[in-house]
């Protein structure tokens, strides 16, 4: 295995249409290593096309794991995905080769690599409660009783701010503070098998591009998305719970066909819609992994190839 006579996980980030799949794939192939999914809608069995899925090609080059675990109608948050990615670490370490965490959700990653902290889980009936309150009345509770949690959220995401009241509310302390418990020093050893401690040091590649390249292929994935039938996949998606998900619902792409598809915008507009969210999620997600982790980045260029990027992060891996 060379760089990794242990087997130790390789964490590969980066925003949206970067091309950390295909960096992942080249590097498991020359690896001997397997990609675990690091991705909060890849998880639902449906969501194909607008997450960008790996699809059977892939999977068949190289075995995936954390794709299509659940239904629409379950739910899935941070302490699942970090029970089963510990799950699948331990089952790739056992058959000598290495787990490759790949994807664009930060938040799981640092739940993998920091631990859960000590939130207590959702209360269905006040989680009820505040999926029915104005997302601005939600905002004005959480500045009042965590400026800092406030200053950092994602304003736009209805799903994280109202895990954060429901925190608050539950508990009577800020979200921030009990987030901050998140990579604290214990003078236990860290363990790849126990989620809820700080793990053993760790180096995350994070992929980023010129804007001006990352744009043109966002742009690029969202046109093949449509061309794919985004639009009829979302329309059988209604037809299994789609909308009563509210996780799901915020998939970037799907709440844009929906509102399509209830007659809101032309199709054209919905596509040039979808390109903006896109960007601006990208946006959001480098912010999030520079303030968030301490990552080492690789810039690539518009023609770099995933072999050639793959070896990049070898030899940073290496350094």
Known sequence: MGIHPVNRPIFLAGPTAVGKSAVALALAEKLGGEIISVDSMQVYRGLDIGTAKPGAA???RVPHHLIDVVDLTEP???????????????????????????????????????????APPANPELRAELEATPLPKLLRELETRDPATFQEIDQRNPRRIIRAVEVIRLTGKPFSAQR?????ATDEPPSLSNGSRGRSPHQIICLTRAAADLHARINSRVQKMFAAGLVDETR???????????????????????EHLRGER????????????TRQFAKRQMTWFRRQLKVEWIGLEPQALPEQVARLVQASLAG
């Open 58 to 60: 892939e999977r068949a």
């Open 266 to 277: 032309s199709l054209s507009e919905t596509i040039e819609l979808v390109k903006v969210k």
């Open 180 to 184: 901050a418990r998140w990579g604290e």
């Open 236 to 258: 059988g998606l209604l037809n299994i719970g789609l909308e009563q998900n509210h996780t799901a619902m915020q998939a970037i792409g799907y709440r844009q066909v929906v």
């Open 76 to 118: 899935f948050d941070a302490a699942k995905f970090v029970a089963l990615a510990n799950q699948a670490v331990n089952e790739i370490q056992s058959c000598d080769r290495v787990p490759i965490l790949c994807g664009g959700t930060g938040l799981y990653f640092k739940a993998f690599l920091e631990g859960l902290g000590d």
